[in-house]
Nanobody, 123 residues
Framework: QVQLAESGGGLVQAGGSLRLSCAAS????????MAWFRQTPRKEREFVAA????????NYADSVKGRFTVSTDTAKNTVYLQMNSLKLEDTATYYC????????????????WGQGTQVTVSS
């Protein structure tokens, strides 16, 4: 059974940093694309960043380019999202997702999801 477990969320002041982790288990993910999405009560789930499991390819939403970095640690089966220069509008529940295949930004194309971790940015 595939499981994705996010951690690392919390409360941080604007301008600060957080690192989210997503521990993957249940099968081999070497051919997968791993992604981070976020959602607030008022918005649909929004693409944040994606990475091939090998780390050879990445993609970022324009709103986070230059501030967020996605990476993998294949030895630990873990995907990270380093978030720097956080803004109030980054406040959301962040979800880790996985799909077998090519890079994608649409949430509906991802097969596996974590439960989410809350990130709150305060002024």
């Amino acid at each position: 059974q595939v499981q994705l477990a996010e951690s690392g969320g919390g409360l941080v002041q604007a301008g600060g940093s957080l690192r989210l982790s997503c521990a993957a288990s249940g099968r081999t993910f070497t051919s997968d694309v791993m992604a981070w999405f976020r959602q607030t009560p008022r918005k649909e789930r929004e693409f944040v960043a994606a990475i091939t499991w090998s780390g050879g390819g990445t993609n970022y939403a324009d709103s986070v380019k230059g501030r967020f970095t996605v990476s993998t640690d294949t030895a630990k089966n873990t995907v990270y999202l380093q978030m720097n220069s956080l803004k109030l509008e980054d406040t959301a529940t962040y979800y880790c997702a996985a799909r077998f295949g090519s890079m994608a930004t649409m949430a509906s194309l991802y097969h596996y999801w974590g439960q989410g971790t809350q990130v709150t940015v305060s002024s």
